[in-house]
């Protein structure tokens, strides 16, 4: 079985420019979330998908959207980055039953730098 | 904004039980109590989750008081490749399962 898989592993993008991160799930899991984790912080929740749909949202703007594929495979698009975007942006699925929820997998993360 | 309350950090000695505790005060009903961790570099890894009863598996067992007010993660056998950044979460149900993290506690297992 294999895990989650994000890529790229490292990326540097110039402020203003737009950025596409993409996860592979672990198979067989249908929900998808990604998270946000600056330097010595703790990861914060970006969004969750959940066959195809955003189905919650943390305190982002709109320019972080995403996208989830009929393969369970998704992707974090960030438009107009700011320096601040800069961070460890990570990939999480799970099973969800709709009656019980499976832990979360994660993967290990793409280190985005905006300069 | 993260619900729970860890120590920034903790040592502990190799081949030694880690006792990490972890205050939730406000925790309602149907929450339950994650830990994960994070080694340097790498994506959180889930450890063990309970609601009321203590719970074990092949990581950790983790013990959470009666009145489910604050609960420990204990590691039995603490090796160096269990120095990491701890995270204590409570999560609810429903359809949006998001993680709230807070700053976690930093284990160093010292030789």
């Known amino acids: 079985e294999t895990g989650v898989t994000q890529s790229p592993t490292h990326l540097i993008k110039t402020r203003g420019q737009q950025v596409t991160l993409r996860c592979s799930s672990q198979?067989?899991?249908?929900?998808v979330s990604w998270y946000q984790q600056a330097l010595g912080q703790g990861p914060q929740f970006i969004f969750q998908?959940?066959?195809?749909?955003?189905?919650g949202r943390g305190n982002f703007p709109p320019r972080f959207s995403g996208l989830q594929f009929p393969n369970y495979s998704s992707e974090l698009n960030v438009n107009a980055l700011e320096l601040d975007d800069s961070a460890l942006y990570l990939c999480?699925?799970?099973?969800?039953?709709?009656?019980?929820?499976?832990?979360?997998?994660f993967g290990s993360g793409t280190r985005l730098t905006v300069v | 904004d993260a619900k729970t309350t860890q120590p920034p950090s903790m040592d502990c000695a190799e081949g030694r039980a880690a006792n990490l505790p972890c205050n939730h005060s406000?925790?309602?009903?149907?929450?339950?109590v994650y830990w994960y961790r994070q080694i340097h570099s790498q994506g959180p890894q889930y450890i063990i989750h309970?609601?009321?009863n203590n719970e074990t598996n092949e990581m950790a067992s983790l013990i959470i008081t009666e009145d489910r007010k604050s609960s420990t993660l204990i590691l039995p056998h603490a090796t160096l490749r269990d120095t990491a950044v701890y995270y204590c979460?409570?999560?609810?149900?429903?359809?949006?399962?998001?993680?709230?993290f807070g700053k976690g506690t930093l284990l160093t297992v010292n030789p």
């Open positions: 309970g609601l009321k």
């Open positions: 999480a699925s799970s099973f969800w039953t709709g009656d019980r929820f499976y832990g979360y997998t």
């Open positions: 406000t925790i309602s009903g149907n929450e339950y």
């Open positions: 998908y959940y066959r195809e749909e955003e189905n």
């Open positions: 979460i409570l999560r609810s149900g429903g359809s949006n399962y998001k993680l709230t």
């Open positions: 198979s067989g899991h249908n929900t």
